[in-house]
C-alpha cells in the first residue's frame, strides 16, 4: 500500500511564506515525476509546479519567481516553498507522485487528500 500525505497548510497574510511538504511512504520501488495541484472554490483544479526525477521543473505562469518546487528522494518527500502569497493563490493544494511498488510494476498516480492554504488580512 502507498500513502501520499501532505501537511504545511494554513493562514498567512498577503506577502507572508509558507512551506508545503508531501511525504510519500509505503511499498515503494520509484517515483517518477512529483506535482503540486490547487483547486479554489468554484474553479477547477490547476497545476502549480512539477518536479521530474532528474530535478527539472516547471511552474505554473501565475506562480514563477514566487514559488520553488524541489524534492528529497532519500526521504521520499517533494516541498513547495510558497513566498509573497496573494489571495488569489488561496486554495486546497494536493500532491500528486507517480509512483512504481516493484521493478515489474507500471508507475501509477497518486494523490494526497489535500492542505488547505489561506492568504487573508
Known amino acids: 500500500q502507498v500513502q501520499v500525505v501532505e501537511s504545511g497548510g494554513g493562514l498567512v497574510q498577503p506577502g507572508g511564506s509558507l512551506r508545503l511538504s508531501c511525504a510519500a511512504s509505503g511499498s515503494i520501488f520509484s517515483i517518477g515525476a512529483m506535482g503540486w495541484y490547487r483547486q479554489a472554490p468554484g474553479k477547477q483544479r490547476e497545476l502549480v509546479a512539477i518536479v521530474i526525477r532528474t530535478g527539472g521543473t516547471n511552474y505554473a505562469d501565475s506562480v514563477k519567481g514566487r514559488f520553488t518546487i524541489s524534492r528529497d528522494d532519500d526521504k521520499n518527500t517533494m516541498y513547495l516553498q510558497m513566498n509573497s502569497l496573494k489571495p488569489e493563490d488561496t486554495a486546497v493544494y494536493y500532491c500528486?507522485?507517480?509512483?512504481?511498488?516493484?521493478?515489474?510494476?507500471?508507475?501509477?498516480?497518486?494523490w494526497g487528500q489535500g492542505t488547505q492554504v489561506t492568504v487573508s488580512s
Open positions: 500528486n507522485a507517480d509512483i512504481s511498488r516493484s521493478a515489474l510494476s507500471a508507475y501509477r498516480e497518486y
